[in-house]
C-alpha cells in the first residue's frame, strides 16, 4: 500500500520542526506511546544529518568549534531538510545559509570555506575518467594548437572566491598552521580529482578565466586572448596546469578523434 501523501508530508514536516507535535495516525507497540518513539526518531534523523554535515565541512567545524558547528548545524537541518536519500548530495545550500547566519558574521569567509569543502566532496564522488596525459598535446600539429578544445574531467570544478578558502581549507586538511594566512585575500580555486585523490589548486593571475573559457568549451586560443588581459598572466603556466592538474580528460581537434 502506498503512503497517503498528505500524511507523509505530515510525517516530514513533523520531523524537522521540533515545536510541532507527533503527526497522527502513528501506532506504538510494546507499551511505548507512539509519540515516544516518533520523537527518539527524530532525533536520531536529526543527529545523523549533524553527523554528515560535520563529515562534509569538516574545516569550517574546526574553524568554529565543535559545540558551535552541531548546534548552527541543527538550524540549518531544521531549516533545510534533506531532499535526497543520498546523504553526500547534502549541505549544497549551507554556504548560503553560513553567509545569513548572524552568530558567524564575524567569520565572512566561512561560507567560501564551506564551497570549497562542497565542491571537493562533488568532485570526490564524480563519475571516472582516466586524466588526460600531458604527452598529448606532442601529437598536436603547431598549426592546429590555436584550435583544440579540451575535453573536462567529470571530477573538475572551478570557484571564484571572495576570500581565502582555499588556502585555509588546504592547509586545515593538511594539519598545517593558519598562522600568517589573510582570510580576506580573494582565491580562485580548481579542484581535480586526477586520481583517487581530490587536489585543491589556488589559480594565479588570469587562471580562473583560462580554465572557465575551457571548461565552458572555447578553443585554447581563445581561452589564451580571454585571459592575456591580466598582464600579469603566465600563459605558459596556465597551459602547464592545464595538462598536470588532471582538470582533463581528453583534447579535441575540431571533428577529428580526442586525443587522450
Known sequence: MRPDPVQSGAFAKALFTPELPAPNGLAGRDQVRPERRFAVYRNNVTVSLIDAMASI?????????EDFFRAMARLYVTAHPP????????????????ESFPPAADLPFLADVARVERLWLDAYHAADAAPLDPAALAQVPAEELAGIRFRPHPATRLARLRYAGG??????RAGTSL?????????????TRPDCDVAVELL????????EALIAGQTLGEAFAAAAGDEETDIAGLLGLALSSGAFSAIDIHHESPIL
Do not use: K, M, W
Not at 57 to 65: D, E, I, K, W, Y
Not at 83 to 98: D, K, N, V
Not at 167 to 172: A, E, G, H, P
Open 179 to 191: 598562522e600568517g594566512v589573510d582570510p580576506t585575500a580573494p582565491e580562485a580555486v580548481l579542484i
Open 167 to 172: 588556502t585555509i581549507t588546504r592547509r586545515d
Open 57 to 65: 565541512f569538516p574545516t569550517v567545524q574546526n574553524l568554529v568549534g
Open 204 to 211: 594565479p593571475s588570469g587562471g580562473a578565466t583560462f580554465f
Open 83 to 98: 531532499t535526497s536519500p543520498l546523504l553526500f548530495t547534502y549541505g549544497e545550500t549551507f554556504p548560503a545559509f553560513l
